[in-house]
């Protein structure tokens, strides 16, 4: 039985993370031959985390993205309310590849310093309550690439 279980959970997290990964195409002949691959991330907060979110990014998640080979691009907030100018956390970071954005992700998620910095900045509960990602590729005629 615990063969079958241990087999089942391989299974599931096997299903899961191809599940979790798409395959990359260029959609467009404009798409630039020398972009970097760049990831598109929208952080929606727990209500009333957005500035324990940011204060988190600006002294821990910044750093670590570029101790992991990660670009931070910039970051933003919306503006307007309907648009979650209190609760979204907007962000650009590059990589060379999306192989090279795995391997990151993966060093990030592993390091002893993010663990501490997300456990610390989450002692009154959780900051974040969705993530999105999109990845994206520059165009030929993009002055970022």
Same mark, same amino acid.
């Given at each position: 039985?615990?063969?079958?279980?241990?087999?089942?959970?391989? /299974?599931?997290?096997?299903?899961? /993370?191809?599940?979790?990964? %798409?395959?990359?195409?260029?959609?467009?002949?404009?798409?630039?031959? =020398?972009?970097?691959?760049?990831?598109?991330?929208?952080?929606?907060?727990?209500?009333?985390? @957005?500035?324990?979110?940011?204060?988190?990014?600006?002294?821990?998640?910044?750093?670590?993205?570029?101790?992991?080979?990660?670009?931070?691009?910039?970051?933003?907030?919306? %503006?307007?309310?309907?648009?979650?100018?209190?609760?979204? @956390?907007?962000?650009?970071?590059?990589?060379?590849?999306?192989d090279e954005?795995k391997k990151?992700?993966?060093?990030?998620?592993?390091?002893?310093?993010?663990?501490?910095?997300?456990?610390?900045?989450?002692?009154?509960?959780? @900051?974040?309550?969705?993530?999105?990602?999109?990845?994206?590729?520059?165009? =030929?005629?993009?002055?970022?690439?």
């Open positions: 039985m615990k063969t079958f279980l241990a087999a089942l959970l391989i /299974s599931a997290s096997t299903i899961v /993370s191809f599940a979790a990964e %798409t395959t990359a195409v260029a959609v467009s002949p404009s798409v630039a031959k =020398d972009s970097r691959c760049f990831e598109m991330r929208t952080y929606y907060a727990m209500p009333g985390k @957005l500035e324990a979110l940011n204060a988190r990014f600006r002294d821990h998640t910044c750093a670590l993205f570029k101790k992991h080979g990660m670009e931070n691009i910039g970051y933003w907030i919306p %503006t307007d309310a309907d648009k979650g100018a209190t609760n979204k @956390l907007v962000y650009i970071i590059a990589h060379k590849s999306r954005a990151s992700w993966a060093a990030f998620s592993a390091d002893p310093d993010w663990k501490k910095a997300q456990k610390e900045s989450e002692v009154n509960g959780k @900051l974040v309550e969705k993530v999105e990602s999109v990845y994206l590729s520059a165009t =030929d005629y993009s002055q970022v690439k």
